[in-house]
């Protein structure tokens, strides 16, 4: 059973930094799997949306809104990607959630779609 766990959220003043990481387990690959991670949030009310994601090389699969503050990075000897988040705003307070999906990024999570999803973790800013 694949789990997808998310840590690293709470809160920060504007303008402050959190690094979120995310552990995927009983995910099986090899050097020929192809896989998308990424992340997505949601605020209250709102829709949820991409944050960014990343190929399973290593290499940008799709980044948006937050492109020059956030940064994602994944450990190429696992499974476990990184979002460093920089500049942070009222505006990014959300629930983060980390997600995986065995196919290219621009098949799945560029398309919104993926199949493992964390339970998600809270990003708080104040102004």
């Known amino acids: 059973q694949v789990k997808v766990v998310e840590s690293g959220g709470g809160s920060v003043q504007a303008g402050g930094s959190l690094r979120l990481s995310c552990e995927v387990s009983?995910?099986?690959?090899?050097?020929?799997?192809?896989?998308?991670m990424g992340w997505f949030r949601q605020a209250p009310g709102k829709e949820r949306e991409r944050v960014a994601a990343?190929?399973?090389?290593?290499?940008?699969g799709c980044t948006d809104s937050v492109r020059g503050r956030f940064t994602i990075s994944k450990d190429n000897a696992k499974t476990t990607l990184y979002l460093q988040m920089d500049s942070l705003q009222p505006e990014d307070t959300a629930m983060y959630y980390c997600?995986?999906?065995?196919?290219?990024?621009?098949?799945?999570?560029?398309?919104?779609?993926?199949?493992?999803w964390g339970q998600g973790i809270q990003v708080t800013v104040s102004s």
């Open positions: 997600t995986l999906d065995p196919a290219r990024c621009q098949t799945s999570l560029c398309l919104g779609y993926s199949v493992y």
């Open positions: 009983g995910y099986t690959y090899n050097r020929y799997t192809t896989y998308c």
């Open positions: 990343i190929e399973d090389d290593g290499s940008t």
